[in-house]
């Protein structure tokens, strides 16, 4: 089984469609989307759309959660916060019915999908350093967990001995008797100094993952930006990725 995951698109069409587009073209048989749909980013009823019609797994991001209102944005930056006061004003109803069902956590088979941490996934916390990762690993139910929200990609690896190190996820073998713990980084607004979007592929049989990085048209979705006056620092940060 191949299958395509990605994460934090937070509503930049732009980067979407060039993922969604390269997932295709990777002839998956299921793909993922790991949270965090809408925030930050100009798209959020197009972006909602598009995930929910291709994506066979969909956990929600606090985000999607402040943008319906289930979650306060009192923790949130103040440009995260403009943001999702924007997107709140702006979001189709049928929409914020949709993010405000989706679930928080979702295990199939080898796979668990959680935006956050497996052991706490409305904690929002995130899985920065081996300490926080071994928490994660010692809730987690099977061998391969798939994580968004630092927009950071980095996958945490546990051998058998239960020793935990720490890898570049852009080529990984799966090997029997590990477990893993991947972030996919963010479609829409990475920040791990690369501005490309990301996306990952799993490959069941070859035991093999891959996180792949596409440039994608920055400016076009920073121009919608700049037309509904959103905060300049969110529009630059997309240039830098950072
Ligand atoms: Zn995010």
Not at 22 to 39: F, H, P, Q, R, S
Not at 149 to 156: D, L, Q
Not at 197 to 213: E, M, S
Request: glycine letters at 8%; charged letters at 25%; one cysteine or more.
């Amino acid at each position: 089984m191949r299958v395509g995951i990605f994460s934090d698109v937070h509503a930049n069409l732009e980067a979407l469609e060039i993922v969604l587009k390269a997932i295709e073209y990777e002839n998956v048989d299921k793909t993922i989307c790991v949270g965090d749909l809408v925030g930050y980013g100009p798209d959020p009823n197009q972006c909602i759309e598009k995930v929910m019609e291709i994506a066979d797994i969909v956990v929600a991001g606090n985000h999607d959660y402040a943008a319906c209102g289930m979650l306060s944005t009192e923790y949130f930056n103040e440009y995260a916060k403009m943001a999702i006061d924007w997107t709140s004003r702006v979001i189709e109803t049928k929409f914020t019915d949709i993010l405000s069902n989706l679930p928080l956590t979702v295990i199939e088979d080898e796979i668990t999908v959680v935006h956050a941490t497996p052991e706490a996934p409305g904690g929002w916390h995130y899985i920065l350093d081996i300490a926080d990762a071994q928490r994660s690993f010692r809730a987690l139910k099977n061998s391969l967990c798939f994580v968004g929200h630092s927009h950071i990609p980095v996958a945490f690896v546990q051998d058998q001995n239960g020793k935990i190190s720490i890898r570049n996820p852009s080529e990984l073998n799966i090997k029997t008797g590990e477990k893993y713990i991947i972030n996919v980084g963010s479609v829409g607004q990475p920040r791990d100094g690369d501005p490309r979007t990301t996306y990952g592929i799993l490959d069941t049989n070859k035991k093999k993952f891959w996180l792949k990085r596409l440039p994608y048209p920055v400016e076009g979705v920073q121009e919608k930006m700049r037309e509904e006056n959103l905060p300049p620092y969110l529009i630059n940060r997309l240039s830098v990725g950072q």
